[in-house]
């Protein structure tokens, strides 16, 4: 039997793909998210230790590889197009594996969500049900290039940061960190616009309006760009408002570094999209960071 035979006809997914399913290195913006807004409330986190841990394996690992194992699910014939190696158009993951294991870890997220109160139970329903709206029929926001990238956004970075916050403060937060909370949110519209250039081929032939397939791949980066800029804008504002201009002029530092990666991203957007999500969302969410010290204690 050849090495693709054996493939084709497994009947347990590798424990290799199972780890490829779920995307570890998709779970660092959540799990980010989720500690600026436990900074952001002013607690003291030594003594909350096990709330944070227990939210960053929750945002991270569990509901956000439930939310990688449900779109490759539900995306397993545009992934035959665009990366045919993935995990479950490879037969690697094999059958319903990619279903069952997105379900499993759905419970799981239910469950772990409990342990962290009203607010983070509350929280955890409003994720998992917004991870199976984004891939799964018929709702399936990911057809659309405004939606999609706007849900993942709000679920990436918005949604944690208020968690981590509610969380740790064992209330709603302060309006400021909720302010805050949602204006980069927003601006990560534009982080998983940019995400969206690796699949465009197989998004042309299946009916996923993506930004890059509806606009091309320039005017769809320079969307995604204006939208980051224009957030971190606004950020500023409000910091200076509230008199902390100090933590509001390293965040203009880093939107002028990030304009000079964004040159570099304009010289050829398809190919460029993975280097920018490397150099500049990183710029990026070190912002996010200083802003959740601004603001703490802040009330």
């Given at each position: 039997m050849t090495v693709s035979s054996e493939i084709r006809y497994r009947r347990f997914p590798e424990p290799s793909a199972l780890l490829r399913l779920i995307k570890p290195v998709t779970w660092f913006p959540p799990m980010w998210a989720y500690l600026c807004g436990a900074i952001s409330v002013g607690v003291s986190l030594i003594g909350q230790i096990e709330l944070i841990l227990l939210g960053l394996v929750l945002c991270g690992p569990v509901v956000c590889g439930m939310s990688?194992?449900?779109?490759?699910?539900?995306?397993?014939?545009?992934?035959?197009?665009?990366?045919?190696?993935?995990?479950?158009?490879?037969?690697?993951?094999?059958?319903?594996?990619?279903?069952?294991?997105?379900?499993?870890?759905?419970?799981?997220?239910?469950?772990?969500?409990?342990?962290?109160?009203?607010?983070?139970?509350?929280?955890?329903?409003?994720?998992?049900?917004?991870?199976?709206?984004?891939?799964?029929?018929?709702?399936?926001?990911?057809?659309?290039?405004?939606?999609?990238?706007?849900?993942?956004?709000?679920?990436?970075?918005?949604?944690?940061?208020?968690?981590?916050?509610?969380?740790?403060?064992?209330?709603?937060?302060?309006?400021?960190?909720?302010?805050?909370?949602?204006?980069?949110?927003?601006?990560?519209?534009?982080?998983?616009?940019?995400?969206?250039?690796?699949?465009?081929?197989g998004d042309l032939q299946t009916g996923v309006r993506s930004l890059p397939v509806v606009l091309g791949p320039r005017l769809a980066a320079f969307v995604a760009c204006f939208i980051m800029l224009a957030a971190q804008l606004l950020v500023v504002g409000l910091l200076i408002s509230w008199q902390r201009s100090e933590h509001a002029f390293a965040i203009v530092f880093l939107m002028v570094s990030q304009v000079f990666a964004m040159r570099v991203l304009f010289r050829d957007p398809a190919k460029k999209a993975p280097w920018y999500n490397g150099v500049g969302v990183t710029l990026y969410v070190i912002g996010m960071m200083i802003s959740a010290f601004a603001v703490r204690g802040l009330s």
């Amino acid at each position: 039997m050849t090495v693709s035979s054996e493939i084709r006809y497994r009947r347990f997914p590798e424990p290799s793909a199972l780890l490829r399913l779920i995307k570890p290195v998709t779970w660092f913006p959540p799990m980010w998210a989720y500690l600026c807004g436990a900074i952001s409330v002013g607690v003291s986190l030594i003594g909350q230790i096990e709330l944070i841990l227990l939210g960053l394996v929750l945002c991270g690992p569990v509901v956000c590889g439930m939310s990688q194992a449900a779109n490759d699910w539900c995306d397993r014939h545009v992934d035959a197009i665009n990366e045919p190696d993935r995990p479950i158009p490879s037969g690697r993951v094999p059958g319903r594996w990619g279903l069952w294991v997105a379900i499993a870890m759905s419970i799981l997220a239910l469950c772990l969500g409990a342990l962290l109160g009203i607010w983070g139970f509350g929280a955890t329903i409003v994720g998992v049900i917004a991870a199976w709206a984004y891939s799964a029929e018929p709702v399936r926001l990911k057809k659309s290039g405004i939606w999609g990238p706007g849900l993942v956004g709000l679920c990436y970075e918005g949604l944690p940061w208020f968690t981590g916050a509610a969380v740790l403060s064992a209330a709603a937060p302060a309006w400021p960190t909720i302010i805050l909370a949602f204006v980069y949110a927003i601006g990560a519209h534009g982080i998983m616009t940019l995400n969206d250039f690796k699949a465009v081929k197989g998004d042309l032939q299946t009916g996923v309006r993506s930004l890059p397939v509806v606009l091309g791949p320039r005017l769809a980066a320079f969307v995604a760009c204006f939208i980051m800029l224009a957030a971190q804008l606004l950020v500023v504002g409000l910091l200076i408002s509230w008199q902390r201009s100090e933590h509001a002029f390293a965040i203009v530092f880093l939107m002028v570094s990030q304009v000079f990666a964004m040159r570099v991203l304009f010289r050829d957007p398809a190919k460029k999209a993975p280097w920018y999500n490397g150099v500049g969302v990183t710029l990026y969410v070190i912002g996010m960071m200083i802003s959740a010290f601004a603001v703490r204690g802040l009330s």
